[in-house]
């Protein structure tokens, strides 16, 4: 793995970074992910450029130096003063327990109850961090758990599910603090019918793994184990991809509210319960490792893609923001376990979800993505901004305190106390992109097809859209798109009811004028969302629109339509009633820079 360490190295020197006398062009490096970019850098290898692999050694080798010279302290702290002298910070900050109130489950469920058991003289204090000399907890593959740590796993969710239901360590407490957090429970504090909303936006990855390190450490506590690690559902390898068996066997790992339809089969990212998929598991699996690869590959010079956009106090994310490509995905195994009707319960809807165990492996496995992601970043702060970093949540740790946390703090999971095992990374390689693009058909000049431009008005998605999009800019130099992504935006997504959505977003390169094939061309993402609720009453709807981002950089080169002035973008409903708003694409400037 030569190739992967080099990438690495070419991050991994905060040193060269901050003394270069040329620091733009050496922050810049590692955004050559175009296949002609290698060999711009002083440092640059014979590393294929698609091949974005990951390499223990270099790894902890950048985990421990994060610690050691405090990277993040030393570049937030900067920011922090910065930003104190001309804005207003505005982070989202913790709810007011005491103003907890019945959420909404959206379509088809109930309203819930599922405020925590606080009183009003509850102690909530900032939580005190376990000190580096305690054990480091190493979350392994869910697949390849051995006996002893299955039985150790199977004996803590016995005794949390033995638990009264009020106790805060109990399942039922443990599933409530993610409907609380998603589902209309809390108003933002001093936002009267603001909601706090976890989902869709930059906080959806530091809120999880805040969740799932208290949950981790709440099992450990049950069975006595200060080393217990929550087992991850490998879904990004192929061996990983079908429900992981020791959540089927009989016993405290099942959930009865699952589909049984899909116990046994692999898992497609862009699943939809109403469609029958096309694909083989073979299949499943490549298009799988694809998709991966290319969100990584796309996202990687700027976090927004990859963790959701900014929301800040004030602000509702239940329905108005763009969420990462990394949540869109992770929102497939959700449907995928879930039951296909609605209520959707349990994997398959926000509020209850928390009642799967299969639930905390999964998001383990989410949180991985994150840690891998920002290993590739050579740890840069995803987004260097007081208002993320000082987003800040409530939770019930091991010892049942209330403890506030802030996303700062979580940046770096050995302050935490845990970390991963190193297992292989089969999306991460360069000849995932080679045995898709061989497997393309030709296409066929005869059924071209003529498509016009999307329209000034907003257009049901109730049947493909095909829509010719301008480009910003044609013919990008290198340079070019190391200093700028090419964004595309899908936006004024409207969802009338509280329920499922998903649709896919395909991008292909016209023959010239405005006559395109019959084939929808490469997929660039998808929109994939839960049910949850984020429409009170009717009327908000009109509100409360989402939009997706999704990185084309690399794609227009794969596609062959650097010299096209337009692309055919398509959009393939699966799921959902959906109005959408309209189609562009930008250029943004890529966090290297920054
Ligand atoms: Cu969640």
Redesign the pocket.
Known sequence: MASSLSFLATTASPFHHHHSRHPRKAARAPTHFSPSASGASTNATNASAYDIGGDKESILRLDRRNVLLGTLGGLYGAAALGRENTAVATPIGPPDLSKCKTAHAGTGAEDVKCCPPYKDNSEIVDYKFPTSSTPLRIRKPAHLLDADDLAKYEEAYRRMRALDKEDPWSLEQQARV?CQY?DGAYDQVGFNDVQLQ??FSWIFLPW?RYYIHFHERILGKLIGDDTFALPFWNWDSPDGMTIPPIFLKEGPLNDALRNPANLSRVVDYQYSPTTESPYTDEELKMKNLYQMNKTFRESLPLPELFLGDPVRAGEEASASKTMGQIESIHNAPHQFVGLPDAPFRDMGN?YS?GYDPLFYSHHSNVDRMWHIYRQKRGNKVDFNDPDWLNSSFIFFDENKQLVKVKVADCLNPLKLRYTYEDVELPWANSSIKKKQKAKAKPRSRVSLVEVSEFGPDPRPLDSTIRALVQRPKKSRTKGEKEDDVEVLVIDGIEIPDNGPVNFQVYVAAPYGGNFVGPDLGESAGNFLKLPHFHISKKGDAEKKKFSLKLGISNLIEEIDAEGSEKVVVSLVPKVGDVNIGGIHIDLIKTDWTA
């Open positions: 993610h998603c976890v989902h999880h926000l979800s």
